[in-house]
């Protein structure tokens, strides 16, 4: 354990600033989608644009063309928060709870759905970690492989404000910690931790937020 605590204290030393600022925005993208706040995007951009630098200059070209993606889907996101009419500063908190249409509806697909979609998207993972472990030199093949198709998955689920993608991220991030444990990337583990706690608290917050629109809908049903 004391090993463990140390490396991740000379890992933390030895970040440089941009690797820094790239964990605080990832930290902040998390905490802000979890509260519906619409500033969660701009805190993706600036931290998959400083991830894709720096997985560049350590020649991990994937995943520095993952965090493309990313930048694309924050900016989809942003878009699509803000056509939908989604406030996001504090002063329209208590305006947003008094008026159901100022706020971005969340959305919630049949577990049926889900499950349909997991088949497909682990067919998906199985061919391709099939190709990375047969044909590249990549560590985890399959696990690594499953943890980036439903991470580009799950991204796409958070731009559409769909509840369940937060139960997504939270098996994603399980799987991140064992696999960067086993790769002793302490710090990086450390940071998926946080991920994951974030993530059920995201999930709680978008329930319980879930739960007062569809009380509000069906009110609004009985009153016509």
Known sequence: MSEIIS?????????????????IASLAYVVLAGKSNIWCWPAAIVSSSLYCYILLDVNLFMDSVLQVYYIAMAVYGWA???QIGLLDDD????????????????????????????????????VIGYVMENYTQADFAYLDTFTTVFSVYATYLIAIRLLE??????????????????KSLNLTMLLFAGYTVLAAWAYWQWRALYQ???????????AG
Do not use: C
């Open 7 to 23: 490396s991740i204290t000379n890992e933390i030393l030895a970040m440089n600033w941009l690797e820094l600022i790239a964990v």
């Open 80 to 82: 699509q928060w803000r």
């Open 91 to 126: 002063k329209s908190t208590s305006s947003r709870n008094a008026n159901s249409d100022e706020i971005a509806p969340l959305q919630s697909w049949p577990a049926m759905l889900h499950f349909k979609l997991i088949a497909i998207l682990s067919l998906v993972s199985l």
């Open 165 to 182: 993608t937060w139960l997504y991220w939270i098996v994603i991030d399980i799987v991140g910690l064992y696999i960067y444990n086993e």
């Open 212 to 222: 007062q629109q569809q009380q509000v809908g069906n009110l609004a049903q009985q």
